[in-house]
């Protein structure tokens, strides 16, 4: 906890990740990895080999922009910045050890920016959903979104429920469904390549295999076909003190088009 709170307080952020909570989850999440690198190893180099097939499917190397690029662990980098003349690597906070593997190589870049180009106005109380514009007037060979969809309208309704202790299920419904099919959009108004990759389904099981949870993390959204399909243990058993007993697995489907 004291290693954690370090970071949080000599990490570069914006004050927005840090006022967001992006800073926190992002030290967070580096932690988990850590302790659950053998369950996520898998996953990471399945995303890595699904970013390789959309690169090699771009019919120029000019740009690679990727969203949700987070620890950079799931990105084959070294290739990426052979094969592109720039890779733009795009989330709201860059640890310092993404940054120190980032810096090795210098046709790429950090790029600290909210995809959505909502979350302030949204956690202020506003509901309007923007319709992203930024890098569409790039030339962006292969844009790829990466474990990012599905928790694009955590911030925003976890503000919301902090905000109100009133039951406004409908009204956050439509807020995750309108932020998924924004960012759906934004992805099909690049010209080049397009990849996807994200959660599908989420269960949660006992060690008996029994079922104890399931749900859509897409808000049942329709998402596009799938490439490829595998699973990702992102809560082990006996990594969660709430349900030692319990295992979380996502169903992660990867979409090129």
Same mark, same amino acid.
């Given at each position: 906890?004291?290693?954690?709170?370090?970071?949080?307080?000599?990490?570069?952020?914006?004050?927005?990740?840090?006022?967001?909570?992006?800073?926190?989850?992002?030290?967070?999440?580096?932690?988990?990895?850590?302790?659950?690198?053998?369950?996520?190893?898998?996953?990471?180099?399945?995303?890595?080999?699904?970013?390789?097939?959309?690169?090699?499917?771009?019919?120029?190397?000019?740009?690679?922009?990727?969203?949700?690029?987070?620890?950079?662990?799931?990105?084959?980098?070294?290739?990426?910045?052979?094969?592109?003349?720039?890779?733009?690597?795009?989330?709201?906070?860059?640890?310092?050890?993404?940054?120190?593997?980032?810096?090795?190589?210098?046709?790429?870049?950090?790029?600290?920016?909210?995809?959505?180009?909502?979350?302030?106005?949204?956690?202020?109380?506003?509901?309007?959903?923007?319709?992203?514009?930024?890098?569409?007037?790039?030339?962006?060979?292969?844009?790829?979104? %990466?474990? %990012? %969809?599905?928790?694009?309208?955590?911030?925003?309704?976890?503000?919301?429920?902090?905000?109100?202790?009133?039951?406004?299920?409908?009204?956050?419904?439509?807020?995750?469904?309108? %932020?998924?099919?924004?960012?759906?959009?934004?992805?099909?108004?690049?010209?080049?390549?397009?990849?996807?990759?994200?959660?599908?389904?989420?269960?949660?099981?006992?060690?008996?295999?029994?079922?104890?949870?399931?749900?859509?993390?897409?808000?049942?959204?329709?998402?596009?076909?799938?490439?490829?399909?595998?699973?990702?243990?992102?809560?082990?058993?006996?990594?969660?003190?709430?349900?030692?007993?319990?295992?979380?697995?996502?169903?992660?489907?990867?979409?090129?088009?």
């Amino acid at each position: 906890m004291i290693a954690e709170a370090w970071q949080w307080l000599t990490t570069p952020a914006t004050s927005q990740a840090r006022r967001l909570g992006f800073l926190k989850e992002s030290i967070a999440m580096q932690a988990r990895f850590q302790r659950c690198r053998s369950a996520w190893q898998p996953h990471y180099q399945r995303c890595q080999q699904v970013i390789r097939e959309a690169m090699a499917q771009a019919g120029q190397q000019r740009v690679l922009l990727i969203m949700g690029a987070g620890l950079l662990e799931d990105i084959p980098l070294a290739e990426a910045s052979e094969r592109f003349e720039q890779v733009w690597l795009v989330d709201m906070v860059f640890l310092r050890k993404a940054r120190r593997r980032a810096a090795a190589f210098a046709n790429v870049r950090l790029i600290e920016a909210d995809i959505t180009e909502s979350l302030t106005p949204l956690a202020n109380g506003q509901d309007d959903v923007a319709r992203p514009r930024r890098w569409l007037d790039q030339p962006v060979d292969c844009v790829v979104s %990466l474990n %990012l %969809l599905t928790q694009l309208p955590m911030v925003p309704v976890r503000s919301r429920l902090k905000r109100s202790s009133k039951n406004h299920d409908a009204q956050l419904e439509t807020l995750g469904k309108e %932020l998924i099919e924004a960012h759906l959009a934004y992805l099909s108004r690049f010209s080049g390549v397009r990849c996807l990759i994200c959660d599908r389904w989420v269960e949660e099981r006992r060690a008996d295999a029994r079922l104890v949870d399931e749900l859509d993390p897409a808000w049942d959204v329709a998402l596009p076909s799938t490439v490829r399909e595998w699973g990702w243990t992102v809560i082990p058993f006996g990594e969660s003190a709430e349900a030692p007993h319990n295992e979380r697995i996502h169903r992660v489907g990867a979409s090129i088009w």
